[in-house]
């Protein structure tokens, strides 16, 4: 026998009496997304240039970072020369709750990088 549900016999339902609760993002579990999807919405943020980095402040782009997972991290990695020296530079990205809040922690994570 099927179900009878509100909805089918007219009566009201929940009329907001009963409150709610907010609900907060959960952080942005990496394993759920394909390493395909992660790349496509990574470029969708287009941040090749803010991956470009000045370190010395001439506006010359001293390096670039790439953005590389690692399982269930993010972290950008690169080479940047400063005076001739070259050296390797790599920095972990916070985790986010978001692809809007992992784009704000990669350039975070960029100018932690410049500035260091």
Known sequence: MAKIRKRDTGEQGNGGQFGSTARFEARLDLSEISDSD????IEEMELADDLEIDVDGD??????????????????????????????????????????GLRAELLAAAQRVAAG
């Open 59 to 100: 506006g010359v782009a001293d390096g670039e970072l790439d953005i590389l997972r690692e399982g269930d991290r993010i972290v950008l990695a690169g080479s940047i020369t400063v005076d001739g020296t070259a050296r390797q530079v790599r920095e972990d990205v916070a985790p986010a709750t978001s692809l809007e």
């Open 38 to 41: 992660l790349s496509e919405a």
